[in-house]
Nanobody, 122 residues
């Protein structure tokens, strides 16, 4: 079973940057697709970015070009670098792990972290 713990959230002004971290532990993480989702106030949880086992990445349109997902294999930590932040990026950000062929569909993911709050002020 995988355990995921996010950190790095906070309050930032429009145009600022943050880097979220997701420390992963447990079995079979090397064969999992790892992803970030977010849930804004009054909204459903939505896909942000994912990294497949082969290192390829995929982003949602709202964050493409501004966010970068990466992984440090030695530290077993997933990151989300967020640049040019906008107020609409305000949300709780969740790290998730799914099977190796997982997509942007939230139903593909079995393991979730507790979330970290990101607030972007205008």
């Amino acid at each position: 079973q995988a355990q995921l713990v996010e950190s790095g959230g906070g309050l930032v002004q429009t145009g600022g940057s943050l880097r979220l971290s997701c420390a992963a532990s447990g079995r079979a993480l090397a064969t999992n697709t790892l992803a970030w989702f977010r849930q804004g106030p009054g909204k459903e949880r939505e896909f942000v970015a994912l990294r497949w086992v082969n290192g390829a990445t995929y982003y949602s349109n709202p964050v493409k070009g501004r966010f970068t997902i990466s992984k440090d294999n030695a530290k077993n930590t997933l990151y989300l670098r967020m640049n040019s932040l906008k107020p609409e990026d305000t949300a709780v950000y969740y790290c998730a792990a799914g099977r190796s062929g997982s997509t942007s569909d939230i139903r593909d993911y079995d393991y979730w972290g507790q979330g970290t709050q990101v607030t972007v002020s205008s």
